[in-house]
């Protein structure tokens, strides 16, 4: 079991901050993400720890209980957890997860429950297991702790996408061993439900033992000095009126243009690894670049100078020259990327590849009737509209004017493509990928087949042309077999390239 130690964690996240990096939301998240890491010497300078609990074929070594095994390993020297104990009646296991109930907060690392195992290893043969776990262990998860602490305010958030959330202001108090002073509340319509008022002593918890969660007010304990809340009817933090949309339960700001707090959002979700990846460019930074009003809209990005930023708090020379040249690397993104980066409301990381695999480059899209949109494939009414809705406001397609004139690819119009032969020999089909490739990663699959003319759909259907399937291939192709769709294998798939040609 790898982990990070909660210490370090806040240590990362420190420096991730002043690298004007993303930080990670809690230690499970940046302990997965390093392990995911393609550069092994960023994964090494983590910091990761390691409990090991078990080994191959204890049997071989004539180790007969789970017990054996832990004071094996331990004195082979192998890191081993050391909160773990030989319960000899169902009482005493009882005993055991009642103590580590409070004791797991003094750990050095984060964890919610116990793990109860049959000490024999013989009988762990005997009982097997189910397709989801082992029927001689079992997980014990400890409910969230709650806590009762004051609501001391309701303050609007404005997100990138304008939508204004009340946040609950608490009076600080310890949960799952770490201090919260702020949960989220969603929207009016849950302040309502929960039936909070301004001053009300609340019962708070960690989903999770992450988020934090208020659960409701303690009624018996009001004083009748609570206040309700009231939701603004203007945007607080440009002063334009807040509206409900149609269908939507949250109340938002639709000055998208100038408001700063979309502006900061927006210019965070811009610069995000999944958007243009302008690494450097964290929530600090950008802070001052509004602050300092070098920065007014997106393409001011692009219009940034190094005698400016160096300017800016602990900047200088060398950082400035560093975010300058990222946001010179960003320009060579893709259509897609670009499209994702915008923040256009329900359009992710995949919408934007369905809607650039569809149409040539942003001009194609901005001109695209909804009906048009809506018809590709993955995309449906919802995306459509607000697609639609996006580029119908002229400050939007101005912007991507600018960033054309700026120099960004995924903004300029899409050259006159040079005749080769076969190299759009897969034009208008629809191929999807199942399984395990070995040659190369599903992405790397969908990458080729969609340079040579096909669209990658994430699900089968009658209107599939083809399916590649790999090893371990599940319901996707047991769906194409059901459809009659042509199933080919990996192989069968490159040699495809090789002839230029899709016939058997």
């Keep these: 079991e790898v982990f990070l130690d909660r210490n370090y964690f806040a240590a990362l996240n420190e420096e991730r901050e ?3 990096e993303p930080l990670f939301a809690n230690p499970r998240n940046a302990a997965a993400g390093s392990l995911r890491q393609l550069d092994p010497s960023v994964t090494a ?3 990761l720890s390691l409990y090991v609990y078990s080994l191959v074929s204890p049997e071989a070594f004539g180790l007969e209980s789970q017990a054996e095994v832990l004071e094996a390993l331990a004195e082979a020297g192998l890191p081993v957890q050391k909160a773990w104990e030989l319960c000899d009646s169902g009482e005493a296991v009882k005993n055991f997860v009642s103590l580590w109930n409070g004791e797991r907060f003094s750990l050095p690392y984060a964890t919610d429950g116990v793990v109860i195992k049959l000490n024999s290893i013989e009988a762990w043969g005997e009982l097997g297991a189910t397709s989801h776990a082992p029927r001689w262990a079992a ?3 400890y409910p ?6 004051r609501l001391e305010d309701i303050i609007i958030s404005v997100g990138r996408t304008g939508a204004l959330t009340p946040v ?3 009076e600080a108090v310890t949960l799952s061993g770490t201090v919260v002073r702020r949960a989220g509340l969603h929207n009016e319509d849950e302040v309502r439900r929960k039936g909070l008022l301004i001053g009300d002593m609340v019962r708070v918890r960690k989903a999770g033992e992450i988020i934090p969660e208020v659960l409701g007010p303690v009624v018996e304990m009001r004083t009748g000095d609570e206040k309700e809340f009231v939701m603004p009817s203007v945007c607080p933090s440009c002063g334009s009126p807040a509206a409900r949309l149609e269908g939507e339960a949250a109340l938002r700001c639709l000055n998208r243009a100038s408001c700063p707090a979309q502006l900061k ?4 979700h811009f610069a995000s690894r999944g958007g243009m990846d302008i690494r450097g460019l964290g929530e600090k930074l950008v802070e001052q670049l509004l602050d300092e009003g070098l920065v007014k809209k997106v393409s001011d990005l692009y219009r940034l100078t190094a005698e400016g930023v160096a300017g800016l708090e602990r900047m200088g020379k060398k950082s400035a020259e560093n975010l300058l040249a990222a946001l010179e690397g960003s320009k060579k993104q893709p259509f897609s990327r670009l499209l994702s980066a915008l923040g256009i409301r329900f359009v992710g990381s995949r919408g934007a590849e369905l809607l650039a695999g569809a149409f040539r480059d942003v001009q194609s899209l901005a001109a695209a009737p909804e009906e048009a949109l809506a018809g590709v494939d993955g995309v449906g009414p919802v995306i459509a509209a ?6 119908d406001r002229s400050e939007n397609v101005e912007l991507l004017e600018e960033l054309g004139k700026l120099g960004l690819e995924g903004a300029l119009p899409a050259g006159e493509e040079e005749p080769s032969e ?5 034009e208008g089909m629809r191929i999807v990928f199942t399984g395990e490739l070995e040659s190369m990663t599903r992405a790397e699959a969908e990458e080729t087949a969609k340079a040579a003319g096909a669209t990658c759909p994430s699900s089968v259907s009658g209107k599939t042309s083809l399916v590649v399937a790999g090893r371990d291939a599940g319901s996707k192709l047991a769906k194409a077999v059901s459809l009659g769709v042509r199933v080919v294998g990996e192989e069968e798939f490159m040699e495809m390239f090789r002839q230029g040609r899709t016939d058997k």
């Design 45 to 47: 300078r983590r910091k």
């Design 144 to 149: 969230p702790e709650e806590k009762i602490t």
């Design 422 to 426: 076969g190299a759009k020999f897969l």
């Design 386 to 391: 607000s697609v639609r809705s996006f580029f």
């Design 265 to 268: 959002e927006g210019l965070l």
């Design 168 to 170: 609950a202001v608490l």
């Design 18 to 20: 002043e690298a004007g």
């Design 139 to 141: 997980a014990f998860k």
